[in-house]
T-cell receptor, first 113, second 115 residues
């Protein structure tokens, strides 16, 4: 699985959009980009994933650059409850359930009142 | 959606005793479950992959005799920390996947404190 690079921390004002970047310059064509977040002392929570097209769900939007070497997770209207560590993970598409997720150091997002 | 239940959420035990942590997939069957360990302000580190009906696969540096894993059914995996020491104090998290079209679901974690 390709390595990812994320800033260690970011702040965002409550109600504003939070844009979390992720660099995955060594990504290969069959690797998806996954985003998870972990609120303090809880298990990680799935947010969104994508291959090459932009994706949106009820939680967030995922913007993947055309060359797929980087992506941005967007929380459109951040709330205090979005304060968490956000992990960007790259993983081979179509892999069986037997392969684990490998976590990097993530980005600590702090939403400020 | 896929739900993974982990129990207990926190436990305190004395040095030398053993502690069992349970991980259940509530609405799906999981032939494979994963056990992670997380130290304060650190990321999740995979400890082992639990396989239903067969032996677990441990990551390098993880003592299989200390961290016993049993995956006796398609919905339950257990992690037993044997002869616990204070350095085993950590946050333990399990994970499973309902299928290749699903994301990975994580338990809520178990905070183990060995005194």
């Amino acid at each position: 699985d390709a390595k990812t690079t994320q800033p260690p921390s970011m702040d965002c004002a409550e109600g504003r959009a939070a844009n979390l970047p992720c660099n995955h310059s060594t990504i290969s064509g069959n690797e998806y980009v996954y985003w998870y977040r972990q609120i303090h002392s809880q298990g990680p929570q799935y947010i969104i994933h994508g291959l090459k097209n932009n994706e949106t769900n009820e939680m967030a939007s995922l913007i993947i650059t055309e060359d797929r070497k980087s992506s941005t997770l967007i929380l459109p209207h951040a709330t205090l409850r979005d304060t968490a560590v956000y992990y960007c993970i790259v993983r081979v598409a179509g892999s069986g359930s037997a392969r684990q997720l490998t976590f990097g150091s993530g980005t600590q997002l702090t939403v400020l009142p | 959606g896929a739900v993974v239940s982990q129990h207990p959420s926190r436990v305190i035990c004395k040095s030398g005793t053993s502690v069992k942590i349970e991980c259940r997939s509530l609405d799906f069957q999981a032939t494979t479950m994963f056990w992670y360990r997380q130290f304060p302000k650190k990321s999740l580190m995979l400890m082992a992959t639990s396989n239903e009906g067969s032996k677990a696969t441990y990551e390098q540096g993880v003592e299989k005799d200390k961290f016993l894993i049993n995956h006796a059914s398609l919905t339950l995996s257990t992690l037993t920390v044997t002869s616990a020491h204070p350095e085993d104090s950590s946050f333990y998290i399990c994970s499973a996947r309902a299928g290749r079209n699903y994301g990975y679901t994580f338990g809520s974690g178990t905070r183990l404190t060995v005194v």
